[in-house]
């Protein structure tokens, strides 16, 4: 019984499960971010800013 419940109070491998899933976020989030700054909406609008500041 004791060990039945030595492994369910560990944590052993959620190190590793919680780098996953924050690496898969953040592999998500980049692509989204890609997909934001690579649109025409935005790209036009960081244009004219640069053409504002430059002139």
Do not use: C, H, P, W
């Amino acid at each position: 019984m004791r060990r039945i419940l030595a492994r369910l109070r560990g944590d052993a491998g959620m190190n590793t499960a919680e780098y996953a899933v924050g690496t898969l976020a953040a592999v998500a989030f980049g692509g989204v971010l890609l997909k934001v700054l690579t649109s025409d909406g935005v790209q036009s609008a960081l244009t004219a800013v640069i053409d504002r500041a430059l002139n």
